[in-house]
Structure formats: C-alpha cells, structure tokens
C-alpha cells in the first residue's frame, strides 16, 4: 500500500516542480528549456506535444466482499502482486488507491493502446475475479515520460510491500 501512495505522491511532486533554467533565462524557447531529446521521444513513443494515448481505470468497489479479514488480506496483497506484476512488465504506469473510502476505490494507468488489451489485464485481477473490485476504462492522454515514473520509483522507495 506505502508503494501505491508513494507513486501517487511522486506523480503529483513531479506535476509541480518548476524548471529552473525558465527562470535563470527567461528568453530560452521551451524546447531550449526542457533539453527536447529526440530519440527519448520515439523510445517512449511520444507525439509531437510529448504525449500518447495510455488507457486510465477506475477501480469501483464490487458487489462482493470477503466474508472475513484473513481472506480479505489475502485477497488485497493478490491484488498488490498482480499490480507490481504489471508494473515490472511495463503495463502498468501507475496505480494508487482514493484515501475518501468512497465507492471509487483508485485508479490505473495502463500502457496499452486499446480497452480490450486493459480488459485482458484487469481480468488478471484477483479483486476483480473474486468482485470486490470493478473496473471502468477510458482512454486517456497524457505524458509519454509516464512510462519512466516506475524506474523513478524504484530509487526512491526504501521498502516493499
């Protein structure tokens, strides 16, 4: 779970932080800026804005339950397997749970192209199987440099789950 928090927590420190060579040169263009790297680009396969269509799920709470805690902590540290599972396959950008207790439970962010490829891996779900958990997928725009944010995680992270 401090994983999931962690790489939530990164996303929005990264989202903010400011460019300081903007403010050291004011003149400089945006690609002069950020450093545009080409080849980092096509690697990450990233349009002209830097971005690419990656598929976003929202994890909704099922109709099911575990009828007692030793299975529920059975079932959630599945759940967090299979999510480290599709991180270390490059499948999944990010993952991280709503803190509220609402019925929407967190959110993925898959490197897949189309829904039916997200579809495939959310069936691979043990929450999903069992119906504690639901899925609503969308596809979604955002920064191709994304695909980097696990690799960034892995520096940072003192612990495993």
């Known amino acids: 779970m401090q994983n999931i928090k962690a790489l939530i927590i990164l996303f929005i420190l990264l989202a ?13 263009t945006s690609r002069e800026k950020t450093g545009y790297d ?3 680009a096509r690697e990450l396969g990233a349009d002209n804005y830097g971005m690419k269509q990656y598929i976003m799920a929202f994890l909704i709470r099922g109709d099911s339950s575990s009828a007692d ?10 759940h967090l397997d299979n999510i480290t599972r599709m991180a270390e396959e490059g499948k999944l950008i990010l993952a991280g749970p709503f803190l509220d207790n609402t019925y ?3 959110i993925y962010i898959f490197n897949v ?19 504690v958990l639901k ?7 955002g920064s191709a440099a994304l695909q980097k944010l696990n690799e960034m995680h892995a520096r940072i992270q003192a612990d495993s789950i």
Do not use: F, V
């Open 104 to 106: 929407l439970r967190g």
């Open 38 to 40: 080409s080849l980092l």
């Open 135 to 141: 899925m609503e997928l969308h596809p979604w725009y």
């Open 16 to 28: 903010g932080c400011s460019d300081r060579n903007s403010e050291q040169n004011p003149q400089m």
């Open 69 to 78: 805690s030793a299975e529920a902590g059975r079932l959630q540290e599945a």
């Open 113 to 131: 192209s189309t829904i039916e490829e997200a579809e495939e891996l959310t069936g691979t779900d043990p929450a999903i199987k069992a119906g």
